[in-house]
């Protein structure tokens, strides 16, 4: 990673409440301190509430729409990417993040930080879903934090420790 911006890829719930709307605001500011580039589906609620964190500290931010119109972008994003391809592009939300902040988040989360982990992209998580095994035993792999600061703290770090793309396996089941 040295010397290249890290990209963070921001996921959570669209219609977010006022808790988790101020939680991702903060993730968006704490993203654009560091000066690594915000990643998320450019959209409302926590997408759009990271995006205006990230901007009132200068950051830069990429918005991976659903849809095929780039007015459809929330106003906070710099570079809206259309895909037409619906609720496909969080795949491509994932895969453009070295590493993943998901901030609550309903099932389309959920659909989320199931591809990230399937392809071995670290994902931090606030106020965000928890996973058992089968085996009863509390899923480790979602790196829980407590506060805004600590989760890009924490996905820095692991963005840095992290395998490159072409280290990575394809999507693993």
Partial sequence: MA???IFISVIGESHASPEIAKMAEEVGTEIAKAGAVLVCGGLKGAMENAARGAKSAGGTTIGILPGSKREEANPYIDYPIVTGIGYARN????KTGNVVIAV?????TLSEIAFALG???PVVGLK????????GQMDQKVHRVNTP???????????????RPEETREYQT
């Fill in 3 to 5: 010397g290249k911006k």
């Fill in 119 to 121: 392809y071995e992209i």
């Fill in 128 to 135: 965000t879903w928890q996973f058992i095994h089968h085996d």
């Fill in 91 to 94: 795949k491509l939300v994932i």
């Fill in 104 to 108: 609550g988040g309903s099932y389309g």
């Fill in 149 to 163: 600061k600590e989760a890009v703290s924490l996905a820095l770090k692991l963005a840095k420790e992290a395998k």
